[in-house]
């Protein structure tokens, strides 16, 4: 029995001697430690910080949540001034074809109005054809008729777009219309089947000004708009 009470005050000495060892090494619990940092908390800040702002720590900002969103009139704005006539049309068409976008419509209405008039030049009808109203092929292409058969040529040459400005919008129905005031320089004769100009001077460079309206179906699929009315301004 001796012998075991020995043993058995070897290990309760053991046991005080590791309890003091452990204190000194981990030091006390007086109930203002730290709480152990969270690596996935929401906030970027330290654990002591969280507890000096007093905002708790479940609070998550989402992306995106609080920050402005694009005007959705913000280019209209730039490009018309907001409570014209031109703008209020403009903002209609945005309201039934939310990708409408004037200063992309503007790029390609000047691309149209090059093709157009060379192809009308050149008597190219199937480019005119996708490129114009039903109406507005119609009387192109009775010119046209009217040209081949006094054996009538054109010689032309597009120089540029000095100028290109919105005008006009609306709704009409389904249909946006968005009206084009293009100013332009062109070289252009006409010549007789026998080659002598009669109209024209192929080597003048001539200012042309026009007013050109296109039309798109908002309805439709085809996001493609066609010239739907001509108007010389000279």
């Given amino acids: 029995m ?6 058995t005050l070897i290990f309760v000495v053991a046991a005080v001697f590791v309890f003091l060892q452990l204190r000194n090494v981990l030091g006390k619990r007086t109930g203002q430690e730290k709480p152990p940092f969270d690596p996935y908390s929401s906030r970027r800040e330290s654990p002591a910080e969280t507890e000096a702002s007093g905002e708790s720590d479940n609070v998550i900002t989402l992306p995106g949540r609080g920050e402005s969103r694009p005007e959705p009139y913000r280019e209209i704005d730039r490009m018309a001034t907001p409570g014209s006539e031109l703008n209020t049309g403009l903002r209609a068409i945005k309201d039934r ?36 109203s ?19 040529t054109v010689q032309s040459s597009f120089v540029g777009i000095d100028k290109a400005d919105l005008v006009g919008a609306e709704m009409r129905d389904n249909d946006a219309l968005v009206t084009v005031r293009v100013v332009s320089q062109l070289i252009s004769a006409t010549r007789d089947k026998d080659g002598n100009v009669i109209n024209g001077d192929p080597e003048a460079v001539v200012e042309v000004k026009d007013i050109w309206t296109f039309a798109r179906d908002t309805r439709s699929r085809d996001p493609n708009w066609r010239l739907v009315a001509t108007e010389s301004e000279d």
Avoid at 108 to 113: D, H, R, S, V
């Fill in 97 to 132: 074809a939310p990708d409408f976008d004037p200063a992309t419509f503007l790029s390609g209405a000047k691309t149209a109005y090059e093709m157009i008039v060379m192809s009308f030049a050149e008597g190219d009808r199937k480019t005119l054809k996708n490129l114009l």
């Fill in 134 to 152: 039903k109406e507005v092929y119609d009387g192109f292409a009775a010119a046209l008729d009217e040209r081949d058969a006094k054996g009538e």
């Fill in 2 to 7: 001796e012998g075991s009470n020995l043993v």
